[in-house]
């Protein structure tokens, strides 16, 4: 019913950035919030970082400083901008939005992209 495209990853240098975007489509009428989760291999996935619409952001102690969400209401669409990038950042980065999809009920549904890998070499 919704489909996020990712876009952004790569490999990028110690202290290095990337910027990642995450565009939500299809049966949206009212996005609630959207953010990002990454998964390294061996660990659980955690929260990045996210944005509701009102422009709430939340963070992960350890981006706190150095990533920076944004979001673009009319185009349904979020950023992520990861500065002094480090090697524990390496994992697959996931778009999460959380989605009103009818004005005729309250229910709201979670819907994941497909991931991005980030890389970052020391």
């Known amino acids: 019913q919704v489909q996020l495209a990712e876009f952004g990853g790569g490999l990028v240098q110690h202290g290095g950035s990337l910027r990642l975007s995450c565009a939500a489509s299809?049966?949206?009428?009212?996005?609630?919030?959207m953010g990002w989760y990454r998964q390294a291999p061996g660990k659980q996935r955690e929260l990045v970082a996210s944005?509701?619409?009102?422009?709430?952001?939340n963070y992960a102690d350890s981006v706190k400083g150095r990533f920076t969400i944004s979001g673009d209401n009319a185009k349904n669409t979020v950023y992520l901008q990861m500065d002094s990038l480090k090697p524990e950042d390496t994992a697959v980065y996931y778009c999460n939005s959380v989605v009103r999809n009818s004005p005729y009920t309250t229910n709201i549904n979670q819907y994941w992209g497909r991931g991005t890998q980030v890389t970052v070499s020391s």
């Open positions: 944005i509701t619409s009102d422009g709430n952001t």
């Open positions: 299809g049966r949206i009428f009212r996005i609630n919030a």
